[in-house]
């Protein structure tokens, strides 16, 4: 393909070859198939208990209350599918959004497309940090080389280079100066442009077999812990059950009825809402966290979030809007202000800004080459300082040795080449040999400029003979037309060229303006903040300064780090908030030394050589508008909108996730010790039977929706970020969280029981007592609900909080215990008599009376919530 060539595709022919090829994606791990979940909720201990009930009313002969119990299993498993079903679309929704990116040119536009839905024929252009998303062959390249490691297993990147005419079929992977990339290998270094020749299953990676992509579900330290604590009590709750069967049997002498009362018994204990509720707190939470701009790539980290005690972030685009504009040239020792709007420039800055456009990309992606471009257009545009005819013969790349980079230019007359360069302004005074007092006042200027917050490149230029030029066929730029190979006879590092000294340029990035307040949030929340950054330290303290971002410690270097031991860098972590001028491996080393002091660290990162700390850091934040892909496949977390504010926002999330987890399994504990004293003493005591199937089924709808819905819908605590970070080895089943459901639960009892038996000692039928009973018991977990929506607001203020779910629940409830009392058709099928509709209302009035002497108690402090 030729450069004149390189517009890629039609929207017409992607769209087609879409259809007829289908989406470029290799076998991953897919969404539950309906029929899964269905078999899932069918094998739920609660369904298997009903139909055990249901073959025993058969065996009694009691057609009628088998098929009443169907009815409520079918009722059952349509609430556990929809809970199911709202959890799997919100992971299906993550899914989407995690989806790799690309970037291609059809018809001439660069645009950036999910992974997925690149086609054979498609013009992807690659740069450094970019995970292929299909087998291609390459059309341009500039110094790039890739890691094929996961198909040669080999660890030490590639050399790619083109070849003329350009193959038509993929060679094999490995070996250097090849034109084939892989799917799912990284660049690692240099950008270049190639055409996909097979994708998804026919990609090499595909015929291989390996899923790349698959999303790898592991269970979370909770829900471990949830799953354990289910199975003790499931199998103290079996041993108790039988027991009771036994005793039933034994006093009375009926044993199918015993059975009965064993398997009710079991279906009141097993707390089987429990892996549910976890399930669809950490499924929809992370729905809502994608909603704050946050995509959750590990469910864990939800768990993390709300334990986080240090946030490490980038400055740029992270704290401020990464929106670069030139504000400043220096040059000679004069100063120009590039503000204002007029059009012009003094004409003894016109070379700077001519350099430094040279040593841009024309299309560039970076933010202050955007900047640089801007500013040249504007100040430029009508005189002989833009070069466009000239054509790109090589680049030296940015490295860590030398935080510089060069592009060189043919001359118009084919005589020389002209080289211009760029970078950080030590590394362009190091290349331009200056002298010491040179350096001094170029830093002195430097210094002056960062501490107005900009940010300062140097800028230089030099002019190269080769011995032997030859005129090459030259490309306008190096995307999205071809790039060429490295002509001979240019030298192999910057440092043999001989550069001059142009200038200074500066740049500003403003803070983002939500920044400040999510600081104070931080530091209201007991979250330490840390600033790292690549910038000078006046920039870096400016920036600061801004944020309200205090370092009591000062600031340290990327030096200073290196002349620290780990051990001294311990020490002084302690009190040191923002680091300057830091390579991307030593922001590792930070984490780790961060770690090592107990703290739980959360990182932000954008570049290939970020992936090692966000991997290592407690949870790993990478950048989703400029990270690189194999950043956001290291990181936990990916922010989709690049602000600081976003990660505030997702750390409140998870501490309200966790408060709603602590809330819910209160209020398990509370409603299902009534359900099982209810179960046990009436056994124990002789007294008639009170709660059969049916009634702990009716109980059962109450609280499942309860659990998952409700509470998981419900507000933030007002305080959730005035306290300190979590603990992390906090437990949703702490001994405060238990006490505080069970003293609930008990005086709940208490009062169902004193109900029941005062009912019974003056004379109330057996089916009566047992409504009024039910009533106590439908109310109490009503108010149940309200005690425990929030961990500091009074029951009062908690009936105000909106949220929707609630007051479906409490009507249902209602509805259905309505009709319990005043249907005789319904009321038989709950074993009521017809109750006095006073005695109704004693015994309503008498539960609301407990629930609020336990409000009362609560907002008194003797149960209040504590983290």
């Known amino acids: 393909m030729s450069p004149d060539s390189a517009t890629g595709l039609s929207q017409q022919a992607a769209a087609e070859r879409l259809r007829s090829d289908g989406y470029n994606e290799l076998p991953s791990s897919k969404p539950r198939h309906v029929w899964a979940i269905a078999w899932s909720v069918l094998t739920e201990p609660m369904l298997l208990l009903l139909i055990a009930c249901g073959a025993i009313y058969l065996l009694l002969g009691d057609i009628h209350e088998a098929l009443v119990l169907l009815g409520f299993v079918f009722v059952i498993i349509a609430i556990t599918f929809f809970q199911e079903h709202k959890t799997e679309r919100a992971l299906e929704a993550l899914r989407d ?147 009771l069967a036994l005793w039933y049997g034994i006093t009375r002498g009926d044993w199918l009825n015993g059975l009965l009362v064993g398997i009710t018994f079991a279906m009141a204990l097993i707390p089987e809402e429990l892996p549910v509720v976890l399930t669809l707190f950490l499924g929809i939470g992370a729905w809502r966290i994608a909603k704050q701009q946050v995509l959750t790539r590990r469910i864990p980290a939800i768990e993390t979030l709300g334990a986080a005690t240090v946030l490490c972030v980038d400055k740029t685009g992270t704290l401020t809007q990464n929106k670069m504009a030139v504000a400043q040239l220096f040059s000679a020792g004069k100063l120009a202000d590039c503000n204002d709007a007029s059009p012009g420039l003094p004409e003894e800055f016109h070379e700077v800004l001519e350099y430094a456009i040279l040593a841009s990309h024309r299309e560039p992606f970076d933010p202050m080459e955007i900047a640089i471009q801007a500013a040249g257009l504007a100040k430029l545009g009508k005189t002989e300082h833009l070069h466009d005819s000239w054509g790109l013969v090589d680049e030296y ?368 039928a057996t089916e009566q007592a047992r409504a009024l009973a039910f009533t106590a018991m439908v109310v109490g977990n009503i108010g149940l609900i309200f005690i425990n929506r929030s961990l500091s607001r009074n029951l009062f203020k908690s009936i105000s909080l909106p949220n929707p779910a609630l007051w479906w629940v409490v009507g249902s409830a209602l509805l259905i215990l309505a009709a319990s009392l005043f249907m005789p058709s319904i009321s038989r099928l709950f074993y009521f008599g017809h109750p006095n509709p006073i005695h109704i209302a004693i015994s309503a009035a008498a539960t609301l009376l407990c629930i609020v002497l336990i409000a009362v108690v609560k907002s008194r402090g003797h149960l209040q919530f504590s983290s």
């Open 97 to 243: 959004l995690s989806s790799p990116r690309a970037l291609v040119i059809r018809e001439g536009v660069q645009q950036r497309i999910a992974g997925r839905e690149v086609v054979r024929g498609d013009l992807i252009m690659l740069s450094e940090g970019d995970r292929i998303p299909a087998d291609a062959i390459l059309l341009s390249c500039l110094n790039m080389t890739v890691d094929e490691s996961l198909l040669t297993g080999e660890s030490v990147p590639v050399s790619k280079a083109i070849v003329q005419p350009a193959p038509l079929v993929m060679g094999q992977a490995g070996g250097d100066d090849l034109p084939f990339v892989f799917s799912g290998s990284l660049v690692v270094q240099g950008k270049g442009v190639a055409q996909v020749v097979a994708i998804g299953m026919h990609s090499a990676i595909g015929q291989i077999g390996k899923a790349l992509f698959s999303v790898l579900e592991e269970p979370t330290r909770v829900q471990r812990e949830t799953t354990r604590v289910v199975r003790y009590v499931a199998v103290i709750s079996i041993a108790f059950a039988a027991f």
């Open 397 to 764: 790349p940015l490295s860590k040795e030398l935080l510089a980079m060069s592009r060189v230019w043919q001359s118009a007359d084919h005589t020389h080449y002209v080289i211009a360069t760029k970078g950080a302004p030590e590394a362009i005074a190091d290349l331009c040999h200056l002298k010491p007092e040179q350096i001094s006042d170029l830093t002195a200027q430097v210094n002056l400029m960062a501490g107005m917050g900009l940010r300062v490149l140097g800028v230089a230029k030099a002019i190269f003979t080769p011995v032997n030029l030859s005129v090459h066929n030259l490309s306008a730029d190096l995307a999205p037309n071809l790039l060429l190979n490295s002509p001979e006879g240019l030298p192999q590092i910057q440092h043999d060229f001989d550069f001059e000294l142009l200038g200074l340029i500066a740049l500003a990035d403003p803070l983002r303006p939500t920044v400040p307040a999510a600081i104070k949030e931080c530091q209201s929340a007991g979250i330490r903040v840390i600033m790292i950054t690549g910038d000078y330290p006046a920039t870096a303290h400016s920036i600061a300064r801004q944020c309200g971002l205090s370092s009591p410690g000062g600031i340290m270097t990327g030096a200073d780090l290196t002349a620290l031991s780990d051990q001294q860098l311990q020490q002084r972590l302690s009190n040191v908030n923002i680091f300057c001028r830091v390579l991307p491996e030593q922001k590792l080393r930070l984490v780790n030394v961060l770690k090592s002091n107990k703290e739980i660290v959360a990182m932000t990162g954008d570049g290939v050589n970020d992936a090692p700390a966000l991997k290592s850091a407690n949870i790993g934040i990478a950048m989703g508008k400029r990270g690189s892909d194999v950043a956001r496949e290291s990181a936990a977390l990916v922010l989709l909108d690049d602000d600081f504010s976003s990660i505030v926002a997702a750390v409140k999330l998870g501490r309200r996730i966790f408060d709603n987890l602590g809330k819910t399994v209160s209020f398990i504990v509370a409603v299902h010790i009534p359900v099982m004293g209810m179960s046990v003493v009436p056994v124990m005591m002789g007294w008639p039977i009170i709660l059969m199937p049916v009634h702990i089924l009716v109980l059962q709808l109450i609280i499942d929706p309860t659990c998952s819905l409700v509470f998981e819908a419900e507000p933030e605590e007002p305080d959730v970020m005035q306290r300190g970070p979590r603990p992390t080895d906090a437990s949703i089943f702490d001994r405060r969280t238990l006490l505080r459901g069970a003293s609930q639960g008990v005086a709940l009892l208490a009062t169902v029981l004193a109900i029941f038996s005062i009912a019974l000692q003056r004379g109330v």
